[in-house]
T-cell receptor
Framework: EAGVVQSPRYKIIEKKQPVAFWCNPISGHNTLYWYLQNLGQGPELLIRYENEEAVDDSQLPKDRFSAERLKGVDSTLKIQPAELGDSAVYLC??????????FGQGTRLTVV | GIQVEQSPPDLILQEGANSTLRCNFSDSVNNLQWFHQNPWGQLINLFYIPSGTKQNGRLSATTVATERYSLLYISSSQTTDSGVYFCAVPILSGAGSYQLTFGKGTKLSVIP
């Protein structure tokens, strides 16, 4: 069974440019998470979806970050415009009914 | 809110040694996960353990939910065990949904 798939694996962009990340969760998992991980820290939740609905986006910086999960399957996370401080690893995870969560390999973003 | 604390923050082991990693949490939880983040950044699921003890090869974990801690045991450590070990527990956020919240991790280095 395929795990959580994220793309791209790496992205380097100039500040003020837009960037988007894509996540395909494990088949049948209704819960999808986006996490941000800074160097030397644990992952921090940005947004959580139950099917198509964002049930917790309290930590998503809505002035520049947006996310969507059309049809309750794949999800995209967008940053526009990117800032230097957005350099980090962006992780996607999925679970079934809030049980065990599984993570993708992450997207390492570098903003220069 | 719930705090998740891990100890020790850093650990250096000689290959073949045993170790115990600890995760304390400040409130009652209904599940807990242990992850290993390898040097390439991938979060690998080790245990999904709300309570009791589980074993998987050289690794085992015990969660005592009533006393709010979990332990991860690594026996006969190998260099491939190096990386960061995270525990994560779900907390009820202000939005009324559960957030899988991570500790800051234990960085393990196993030297030959």
């Amino acid at each position: 069974e395929a795990g959580v798939v994220q793309s791209p694996r790496y992205k380097i962009i100039e500040k003020k440019q837009p960037v988007a990340f894509w996540c395909n969760p494990i088949s049948g998992h209704n819960t999808l998470y986006w996490y941000l991980q800074n160097l030397g820290q644990g992952p921090e939740l940005l947004i959580r979806y139950e099917n198509e609905e964002a049930v917790d986006d309290s930590q998503l910086p809505k002035d520049r970050f947006s996310a969507e999960r059309l049809k309750g399957v794949d999800s995209t996370l967008k940053i526009q415009p990117a800032e230097l401080g957005d350099s980090a690893v962006y992780l996607c995870a999925s679970s079934s009914q809030n049980t065990e969560a599984f993570f993708g390999q992450g997207t390492r973003l570098t903003v220069v | 809110g719930i705090q998740v604390e891990q100890s020790p923050p850093d650990l250096i082991l000689q290959e073949g040694a045993n170790s115990t990693l600890r995760c304390n949490f400040s409130d009652s939880v209904n599940n807990l996960q242990w992850f290993h983040q390898n040097p390439w950044g991938q979060l690998i699921n080790l245990f999904y353990i709300p309570s009791g003890t589980k074993q998987n090869g050289r690794l085992s974990a015990t969660t005592v939910a009533t006393e709010r801690y979990s332990l991860l045991y690594i026996s006969s450590s190998q260099t491939t065990d190096s990386g960061v070990y995270f525990c994560a527990v779900p907390i009820l956020s202000g939005a009324g949904s559960y957030q899988l919240t991570f500790g800051k991790g234990t960085k393990l280095s196993v030297i030959p």
